[in-house]
C-alpha cells in the first residue's frame, strides 16, 4: 500500500518529471499564457500518458525487443489522434489555442519515458499509478505557470477579470512580457530553484570544477 501511494505522490515534488527530470518544458513554454489552456494541455497529456501506460503494461509480454518503441509510439500516436480528434469535436476553440502542441504529445519524452522506463517491466496497476502520478505532477507545474502568467499577463484568472485593470479604471497594468514564451522559462527556472532549495539532495553533483582542472594542469 505504501509503494502503490509513494508512485501516486513522489511525481508531485520528490520526483517531479519536469522539475527534476526537465521533462516536456517545451509544452509549459507554448501552452501557459492562460490557466485554461494550461489546464486542458494536462489533462489530455495525464489521459495519454494514463492510457499508453495501461496499455503497453498490459502486453509486455508480448512485445518483442527488437520492436518495442516502434509498438509504443504507434500506441501513444494513436492515442493521441483520438485525444485531438476529441477536442476539436467539443472544444474546437480549445483546440485551436493549443494548435500543434496537442498533436506534439506523440514526441513528448515523458510520455515514452514512462513506457519504457517502468510501464514495460511493470504491471498493471503499479503502471497506471505511475502514470497518474507523473502526469499530476507535470499538471501542477502547467497550472502554477499558466496560472501565474495569466494573473500577471492579464489581470485575469480562467478568463475571470481578478485585478482591475488601468483601461477599466482600476490600478493594474497588465505585463505583456508575461505573455511571450521567456517568462515561462523564467518561471520555470525560478520553480526548480525553490524545489531544490527545499530538497537539496535533488542538486546534482557539479560535473567540473575550477579546481579540478587546476589538479589536472598540476599533477
Not at 485554461?36 to 494536462?42: F, I, R
Request: charge should be neutral; hydrophobic fraction near 55%; glycine fraction near 6%.
Amino acid at each position: 500500500m505504501k509503494q502503490s501511494l509513494n508512485y501516486l505522490t513522489d511525481p508531485l515534488v520528490k520526483a517531479n518529471p519536469v522539475a527534476l527530470h526537465i521533462l516536456g518544458i517545451c509544452s509549459a513554454l507554448a501552452v501557459t499564457t492562460s490557466l485554461s489552456t494550461a489546464l486542458t494541455m494536462a489533462g489530455a497529456l495525464t489521459v495519454v500518458l494514463v492510457l499508453s501506460s495501461v496499455t503497453i503494461s498490459s502486453i509486455r509480454n508480448h512485445i518483442p525487443t527488437s520492436i518495442r518503441l516502434i509498438v509504443q509510439i504507434t500506441i501513444i500516436a494513436s492515442l493521441v489522434i483520438v485525444m485531438d480528434m476529441l477536442l476539436r469535436a467539443f472544444a474546437f476553440e480549445m483546440s485551436k489555442k493549443l494548435s500543434i502542441f496537442v498533436g506534439l504529445i506523440v514526441t513528448n519524452c515523458l510520455v515514452l519515458g514512462r513506457a519504457e522506463a517502468f510501464a514495460r517491466q511493470n504491471p498493471v496497476w503499479p503502471s497506471l499509478l505511475d502514470a497518474l502520478g507523473n502526469g499530476l505532477g507535470y499538471s501542477l507545474i502547467l497550472l502554477i505557470v499558466g496560472a501565474v502568467r495569466e494573473l500577471f499577463g492579464a489581470g485575469a484568472l480562467l478568463g475571470y477579470q481578478v485585478f482591475p485593470l488601468v483601461e477599466n479604471g482600476g490600478w493594474f497594468e497588465p505585463l505583456r512580457l508575461m505573455q511571450l514564451a521567456p517568462s515561462a522559462f523564467f518561471i520555470l527556472g525560478l520553480l526548480i530553484w525553490i524545489i531544490r532549495s527545499w530538497r537539496p539532495e535533488q542538486v546534482e553533483e557539479p560535473e567540473f570544477s575550477i579546481l579540478s582542472q587546476n589538479d589536472a594542469r598540476h599533477p
